[in-house]
């Protein structure tokens, strides 16, 4: 079973500040089946990259992922005040299929 | 744009079964996977299965052997049904559309409680 751990659990950052949000696999995965999600209190998640990288429709750019072997990492280069949320990444398997989360970080303002 | 949603019960007795539907609307259920997860208060996203149209499912073997995802594409919709459910699985209950290997569209959400 593929674990995710996202690290921080909280962080707390300023409007203008950069931020670097980490998910590590406990195995390789493919780059193709790493997405990150952005939640807000009351509302559903709502989906910002996918195949690790690349922007779902809609996204700002100041969102960027990356990886690099195990390790996941969602940028977002300047926050914006509507940017503090809860951030999780997600995984697809295929043996057995399925979708698995990271337990989220919480990016809080300063 | 495509848009789905959740209906169903908001309370379940303990050992009952939860049943949920989710209707798509502003495009057709064939050809994506559709997918349930759930968010208990407070914690983290839970994936619990996923659905075809053609009726084709995987789910989380961590809840395997209580749920049953099914898809009637007449109506465009797809349901959820979950047994012998406990306090434990009280939570938000989100469908959601899959693409290349993640969930763009999501409902907005059903509560469901379980208590007597």
């Known amino acids: 079973e593929i674990v995710l751990t996202q690290s921080p659990g909280t962080l707390s950052l300023s409007p203008g500040e950069r931020a670097t949000l980490s998910c590590r696999t406990s195995?390789?995965?493919?780059?193709?089946?790493l997405a990150w999600y952005q939640q807000k209190p009351g509302q559903a998640p709502r989906l910002l990259i996918y195949?690790?990288?690349i922007r779902a429709t809609g996204i700002p750019d100041r969102f960027s992922g990356s990886a690099s072997g195990t390790d996941f990492t969602l940028t977002i280069s300047r926050l914006e005040p509507e940017d503090f949320a809860v951030y999780y990444c997600q995984r697809y398997g295929n043996s057995p299929p399925m979708y698995t989360f990271g337990q989220g970080t919480k990016l809080e303002i300063k | 744009q495509v848009q789905v949603q959740e209906s169903g019960p908001g309370l379940v007795k303990p050992s009952g079964t939860l049943s949920l539907s989710c209707v798509v609307s502003g495009g057709s259920i064939t050809n994506n996977w559709w997918s349930w997860v759930r968010q208990s208060p407070g914690k983290g996203l839970e994936w619990i299965g996923e659905?075809?149209?053609?009726?084709?499912?995987n789910y989380n073997p961590s809840l395997r052997s209580r749920v049953t995802i099914s898809v009637d594409v007449s109506k465009n919709q797809f349901s959820l049904q979950l047994t012998s459910v406990t306090a434990a699985d009280t939570a938000v209950y989100y469908c959601?559309?899959?693409?290349?290997?993640?969930?763009?569209?999501w409902g907005q959400g059903t509560l469901v409680t379980v208590s007597s």
């Open positions: 959601a559309r899959n693409t290349v290997y993640c969930s763009d569209f």
């Open positions: 659905i075809y149209h053609n009726g084709r499912t």
């Open positions: 195949g690790a990288s």
């Open positions: 195995q390789s995965v493919s780059t193709s089946y």
